[in-house]
């Protein structure tokens, strides 16, 4: 069984904040974990490189508000339409 | 710093090569109607970058007009910006290097970010893309970061104190800011100084997406709908003089370089601090004598980011108290994009026009000004007014903050 886009995606939010990922609940903000400025970037690019996809440019740049489960959703957006680009989209 | 300087400085010459166009008078003319060189990025890569705009170096600025076969292959594009604008700049001064000695009496202090940045991106495509096992011959001459000051020294002959000053986005500022205490303290009569940045290539360019601060739309600094910065390139280069210097010879005087500011944040590497900026332009002031009621305008460092309008405005409240609300601010990366180790030197050809011709350039695009950021920021249209004295802030990711205080000439 593999994890779920929202497993993977708190993994790396915990790897990032250096908290256990128990302590992530969906409605938890990027702030409320410690994450700002920097470290949400690094995390953006963590999550792009893990998924193989890439952000729109304006999204998540909202780190104060912008939640675990806002981050999830948009990697499932990215997924799904990177799936329905076909294989080998990049 | 106890007591007064020694000896004031004054500018003699300016140079520019930038978006908009060739010259100084090209740059200040363009600003001046309020007309944005930001466009669509034209790069090879263009097609695989997310990065659509950029202010860049019009394609008729020709880097060999006027420089010999033999130095021209030694040329990063950033030196071959700095020695365009430093010819224009000694030009305008009327200084002549070669009699009594003078040219020993010269400092050479020019400002870069990092300097040969196309030149590295060259050698790295041809080393790791392409596999070559040889890099060009010339690849350290052209990047190093004291390139351009060098060929700016030996192009005259200039034998003084010479070297590169890097500060991120505020190197021209704290390279003209050096420059400047050398002629106030006699290390040099004159100095030759500004910055010159050349970094629009695939990697630099990489690395700012992934930064995610650069706007997709154009530049819209204080604005509510701003969506980040937009790169630049260019250089611009001053010749800095002693007062008695000049005045002995009778030179024209384009303003006075009365007072300089600068200051770390000591925070975060790429969060601007109020108090770090509003000290530095507390310190520019004192420097130059002047009370807040005493300046007219400033150039503001207005990248366009979210972060940064609205600091520099509380800044600016922080350092000119009940005054801030009659100053004129604008911000000129609007226009001419954000030359980052040259943006500084950029905004200072802005900074004298503004005291030569009393006309305040305008901050372009300027749709609705975002309602945390409450100052006069002229909108769009320049202003004809009484301009007395300028600061022009420069403020730099590390958290560096240096800024210029500028009279009319005496």
Redesign the interface.
Known sequence: MTATTQQQVFEIIATQAKIDVATIKPESTLKDLGIASLEAIELIFDIEEHFDITFPDQQGANFDSDTAQSLVDAVQKALDEKAAAGEGAK | MQGRPVRRVAITGMGAISPLGVGANALWQGLCEGRSAIGPLQHVDAGRL?VKVAAQVPASFDPAANIDERTLPMLDRTSEFALHAAREAVAQSGLDFASNGLGLRTAVIVGTGVGGETTQDEQSRRLYGENSNRAHPLTIVRLMTNASASQISIAWGLRGPTFAVASACASANHAIIQAAQMIRWGLADVAITGGTEACLTYGALRAW????V?A?DTCRPFSVNR?GLVLGEGAGIFVLESMEHAQARGATILAELAGSGMTADAT????PSADGAASAMRQALDDAGLAPQDVDYINAHGTGT?ANDVTETKAIHLAFGAHADRLAVSSTKSMHGHALGASGALELVAAIGALRDNVVPPTANLDKVDPACDLDYVPNVAREMPVRAVLSNSFAFGGLNAVLALKRAP
């Open positions: 997310r997406e992934a930064m995610r650069l997709d969506r975060d590497i790429v969060m979210q």
